[in-house]
């Protein structure tokens, strides 16, 4: 499997150039004697320095030769936690080519053994730690990770709450009986089954189960040649029928250029990224990981005069427009006495007006409402302190303000 590593590991490059390290004083932390650990995984954990009361806990699983490290700091998760106030687990594969293991019988059953028991320790570890929310706990991964991601939430439904599976292949697709780590047919897209088969194969996992299962997002590129482009059909196929849903969509939209989303009820959502290969995760998608998952909707607590928080905000926008285009400048100020961490600012955009070009923050998606989150050089904005952005957009006669600016969730006044 050392090919998946070879491709993906340019996330690290890429994604740390566009995230840095996360706005904040809180640090990777490796974690020993974390319970069962029958394949000696490693265990890294990020805890902002704000979190929720009863945090949720992520689980971000690394691709083959990754690690939870590379994963930290070439993802844009821990600054999500900062943001959000959620715990992020980063574990890391040690055998041959740090994949993880989505191949053995053992893997693929629940308390079976290998990779998966050392995970679901790293998880009730830090549900017990921290005073975690059991009925929020998560799961994505990227590549080997991804496959593992599937994997987790058929072993362990009623763990997850949901997941996310960035370039992934069904639970059970990768099984082998003689040892191999790597299943060229399942990678090249040839293992074709039913719905109801695949379904038989993620429900077998746990047979005895008969509870809610976790919701499912999907990530695949059309031009993916490491796990081919097929395999994203299929992992629709068996978690709308875990579900007991229809593979046809109840919506289909096109959230910006090259993607195509299809809903399945509110239990699965799948993004096709037409042309784009394996390496796949850019900027600005674990934002729609946790807006899926729920995570931006809760508060987080913390020390008085710690200097996290979310700041009052107020906002300045000025155009210049022409025919059919402007471009908006955009000034973000903290009204509050606490630093911000960490920002997405929400807003509206009139109708007919598409965002053609951006600068100073990571713009999803391109129309409608848009959530613009910082990028790595801008994330901290002081107490009284000011930053300004940018977009380019074209507009069908309407180029006025948009409407309903907020910070973190919370309100701006107009400057």
């Given at each position: 499997m050392r090919a998946l590593g070879v491709l993906v590991a340019a996330i690290v490059a890429a994604m740390t150039v566009l995230v840095g390290p996360p706005a904040s004083a809180a640090?990777?932390?490796?974690?020993?004697?974390?319970?069962?650990?029958?394949?000696?995984?490693?265990?890294?954990?990020?805890?902002?320095?704000?979190?929720?009361e009863r945090p949720p806990v992520l689980l971000a699983v690394h691709w083959c030769t990754g690690s939870g490290p590379a994963m930290y700091s070439?993802?844009?998760?821990?600054?999500?936690?900062?943001?959000?106030?959620?715990?992020?687990?980063?574990?890391?594969?040690?055998?041959?080519?740090?994949?993880?293991?989505?191949?053995s019988p053992q893997a693929l059953k629940r308390d079976g053994g290998s990779d998966p028991v050392g995970l679901m320790s790293m998880v009730r570890y830090t549900l017990q730690q921290y005073?975690?929310?059991?009925?929020?706990?998560?799961?994505?991964?990227?590549?080997?990770?991804?496959?593992m991601t599937n994997v987790m939430l058929a072993n362990y439904p009623d763990v997850f709450a949901a997941g996310a599976v960035f370039a992934g292949v069904p639970d059970g697709c990768f099984a082998t009986t003689d040892g191999s780590e790597w299943n060229s047919a399942c990678a090249n897209g040839t293992v074709l089954k039913t719905p109801q088969q695949w379904g038989d194969i993620a429900r077998s996992a746990d047979p005895g189960y008969s509870g809610?299962?976790?919701?499912?997002?999907?990530?695949?590129?059309?031009?993916?040649d490491t796990l081919r482009y097929p395999n994203f059909g299929e992992e629709i196929d068996q978690w709308t029928n875990v579900h007991g849903l229809s593979t046809t969509p109840t919506s289909t939209d096109q959230p910006q250029q090259g993607w195509t989303r299809t809903r399945y009820g509110d239990k699965v959502e799948a993004y096709s990224l037409q042309g784009v290969g394996h390496n796949l995760m850019a900027s600005g998608m674990a934002?729609?990981?946790?807006?899926?998952?729920?995570?931006?909707?809760?508060?987080?607590?913390?020390?008085?005069?710690?200097?996290?928080?979310?700041?009052?905000?107020?906002?300045?926008?000025?155009?210049?427009?022409?025919?059919?285009?402007?471009?908006?400048?955009?000034?973000?100020?903290?009204?509050?006495?606490?630093?911000?961490?960490?920002?997405?600012?929400?807003?509206?955009?009139?109708?007919?007006?598409?965002?053609?070009?951006?600068?100073?923050?990571?713009?999803?998606?391109?129309?409608?409402?848009v959530s613009a989150t910082n990028v790595s050089y801008n994330a901290a904005i002081p107490a009284g302190g000011s930053i300004g952005i940018g977009l380019q957009a074209t507009h069908t006669g309407n180029s006025g303000k948009p409407s309903d600016f907020t910070l973190n969730g919370t309100a701006c006044t107009a400057a």
């Open positions: 640090a990777l932390t490796e974690v020993t004697n974390f319970g069962t650990n029958p394949t000696g995984l490693r265990m890294h954990l990020y805890v902002p320095d704000r979190v929720q070439g993802t844009e998760f821990a600054r999500l936690a900062d943001q959000y106030g959620f715990i992020v687990i980063y574990p890391s594969a040690t055998r041959s080519g740090n994949c993880f293991d989505v191949s005073g975690g929310d059991a009925s929020k706990v998560f799961v994505t991964g990227v590549s080997s990770g991804a496959m809610p299962r976790p919701r499912v997002q999907l990530w695949h590129g059309t031009a993916d934002q729609r990981t946790i807006e899926f998952f729920g995570l931006d909707q809760g508060g987080t607590t913390e020390p008085p005069g710690d200097g996290g928080g979310s700041a009052d905000c107020s906002v300045a926008y000025s155009v210049n427009a022409w025919n059919t285009g402007l471009v908006a400048s955009i000034t973000i100020t903290n009204t509050g006495s606490t630093a911000v961490n960490g920002w997405t600012l929400g807003f509206t955009l009139p109708a007919g007006r598409t965002i053609t070009s951006g600068w100073g923050a990571s713009y999803q998606p391109k129309s409608g409402a």
